[in-house]
C-alpha cells in the first residue's frame, strides 16, 4: 500500500476553513485516498474517500491534484466539535479484505 | 441499519493473566472484520482481519490471537498478557469488497 505523509498538528480558528493536506507521492492507479478521523478515545470516523476526481459530502471536501500525490481534506466552516485527529490514508477500493495502515495522522485543533 | 460492538469498555488486568475482548455486528452479513490496537497518542497499528467465518489474517507478531467461530463475531484473545499490551483496541467491520471501515467504540485495556 502506499504510504502517507502528513503534518503532526494544525491550528484552525473557529468558523474558518480548516485544510488538511496528505501527501501520498506513491500511490497507485488503483487505489483510493480515503480520510478518518478520531475523536479523543472514540473510534475513527470515515469522512469521505476518493480516485481521481474531488469529492464532497455533507462532512467535506476532498480535492485530489490532477498527478494523485496528494490530496487535502477541506472541512468548510470548522467547529470545535471538528477538533480530532485526522487520518489520511490510501487503499485499493475492491479488494475483499480491505487492510489499511492508519499512521499518526494530522491533530486539528480548533481554537474559538 | 448497521452497529458494532464491543465490550468491555473498559478493562484492566494483571501481567500475565488472560484476555478476551468480543465485538460483534449487527445488521449486515458476511462482513470484514478487523482488531486494531492503538498505543497513546499514536495511529492505529493492524492487528488481524478477517474475511470470513475461521479465515483469520495475523499482521504483525505477537502474543494475541484472534478467532471468528460465527459470522458477525470477532474475539481477540491472550494467554498470557504483557505489559505492552496496554492500549486502546478497536475493532471494525467493512463490507465486502468495500474499504469503507466502520469501527466500534473501544476497549481500553491497561496491563499492570
Known amino acids: 500500500d502506499a504510504k502517507t505523509t502528513q503534518p503532526p498538528s494544525m491550528d484552525c480558528a473557529e468558523g474558518r476553513a480548516a485544510n488538511l493536506p496528505c501527501n501520498h507521492s506513491?500511490?497507485?492507479?488503483?487505489?483510493?485516498v480515503y480520510w478518518y478521523r478520531q475523536i479523543h478515545s472514540q473510534g475513527p470516523q470515515y469522512i469521505i474517500h476518493g480516485l481521481k476526481n474531488n469529492e464532497t459530502n455533507e462532512m467535506a471536501s476532498l480535492i485530489i491534484t490532477e498527478d494523485r500525490k496528494s490530496s487535502t481534506l477541506i472541512l468548510p466552516h470548522a467547529t470545535l466539535r471538528d477538533t480530532a485527529v485526522y487520518y489520511c490514508i490510501v487503499r485499493v477500493y475492491n479488494t475483499n479484505a480491505g487492510k489499511s495502515t492508519f499512521g499518526d495522522g494530522t491533530t486539528l485543533t480548533v481554537k474559538p | 441499519s448497521q452497529t458494532i460492538h464491543q465490550w468491555p469498555a473498559t478493562l484492566v488486568q494483571p501481567v500475565g493473566s488472560p484476555l478476551s475482548l468480543e465485538c460483534t455486528v449487527e445488521?449486515?452479513?458476511?462482513?470484514?472484520l478487523y482488531w486494531y490496537r492503538q498505543a497513546a497518542g499514536r495511529g492505529l497499528q493492524l492487528l488481524f482481519y478477517s474475511i470470513g467465518i475461521d479465515q483469520i489474517s495475523s499482521e504483525v507478531p505477537q502474543n494475541l490471537s484472534a478467532s471468528r467461530p460465527q459470522d458477525r463475531q470477532f474475539i481477540l484473545s491472550s494467554k498470557k498478557l504483557l505489559l505492552s499490551d496496554s492500549g486502546f483496541y478497536l475493532c471494525?467491520?467493512?463490507?465486502?469488497?468495500?474499504?469503507?471501515?466502520?469501527f466500534g467504540p473501544g476497549t481500553r485495556l491497561t496491563v499492570l
Open positions: 506513491t500511490i497507485s492507479g488503483n487505489e483510493y
Open positions: 445488521g449486515t452479513s458476511n462482513p470484514n
Open positions: 471494525a467491520w467493512s463490507k465486502q469488497h468495500n474499504n469503507e471501515q466502520f
